[in-house]
């Protein structure tokens, strides 16, 4: 019998609020303010194996502000910076629906849309990687991902003042194993 790869770790990021800061439903190269640290934290967590995973909500497509060839055309360009910047993105998810959808086919109680664990789990099935020995890193309520086994790290932001874990995104690099 042959023997099965090992799963990898995952550190996945939320994207607006943790990778670059959140302007409001940025969805242009020129609106991204990349957040301080954030290539030196991705290359330490590379340095300790983990992939570099990042799930973000976007309702602003729902919303009829971008569509989702937008966020594609952005997650292309972030994945280049980051490229350039000595950082390999392994994957980009991003859910495009909301309860609340101006866009009727948006509108769904979707199983990706953070807190629920589709984005993570699609990750882990397409990537190889086991959820158990990964971190997600938010900035929101909503980051705490409803996953058994995973481990959520709130940092402190404008959305998180309370029950956040860490002050600072450089915090997380404790929590790396």
Known sequence: MADRPELRKALFLDRDGVINEDTGYP?????????????????AAVA???LIVVVTNQA????????E????????????????????????YYCPYHREALLPEYRQDSPMRKPRPGMILQAARELGIDTGRSIMVGDKPSD??????LRSIIVRSGYASEGYDVERLSDVERYLG
């Open 144 to 149: 705490r991902i409803q996953l058994p086994g």
């Open 69 to 92: 060839d937008d966020v594609r055309a952005l997650h292309a360009w972030m994945g280049e910076e980051f490229r350039r910047k000595g950082v390999e993105i392994a994957g980009f």
């Open 60 to 67: 602003g497509v729902a919303k009829g502000k971008f569509t």
């Open 27 to 43: 969805h242009r190269s020129e609106h991204i303010v990349f957040r301080p640290g954030i290539f030196e934290f991705c290359r």
């Open 48 to 50: 300790k194996d983990y």
